[in-house]
C-alpha cells in the first residue's frame, strides 16, 4: 500500500491526484445535494461537461500511474508521461463518452403544451364550446391539426386566426380565442 501512495503523491501522478481529489471532492457534495450537478453549461460530445471533465481527470490520473509504476520517470520522462496520460484519457473519455449520450437526451420530448401561446388558424366551418379544429404551427416549422374549443360566442370560422391559450388535458383540446387586428387608421382620419 505504501507503494501505491508513493506512486499516487510522487510526480507526475500527483499533478492529476489533485485533479482528482477536486473531482470526488465535487461529486460527495451533488450526492449530498450541496452543489448542483450541472454547474457547467457546456456539454462535451453530448454529454455534461462535468460527466466528461470528471472522466477525463479520473482515466487520465489511472493512465499516468500506470506510466509512473511501469516507467519509475525522471522528471522529463515524467512530463512524457503526464502529457501521454492526458492524451490516453482524452481518448478514452470519447470512447467512454459515445454510449453515455443516450443517458442525456439534448432536447425534450415535444408535449401538447408547446402549442400554448402560439397562433392557429381555424378549418372547421365553426368553433363552439364543444366542437372545432385548428392548424398550428410549431416552433421547428412542423403543422399540425388540433382539436380547439372556445369559452365565448366569437366568430370564429375557417380561415380565422386565433391563439391558443391554454391546453384541457381531461378533453385533449386546447382552448382558443380570436386574435383581433382592431380597426386601422390613416393619417388623413379623425
Known sequence: MGEFFAAALGFPVVVLSILLVVVVAYWLLVAFGAADADWVELDIGGVPATVGLSLLVVLSWFACLVGA??????????????????????VLTRLVMAPLKRLFPSDPPASRLDFVGRPCVIRTGRVTQTFGQAEVTAADGSSALVQVRQAGQDPLRAGSEALIFDYDADGEFFWVAPIWAGPTHTLGDH
Open 69 to 90: 509504476v511501469l516507467l519509475t520517470p525522471s522528471t522529463l520522462l515524467g512530463a512524457g508521461v503526464l502529457a501521454g496520460s492526458l492524451v490516453v484519457g482524452l
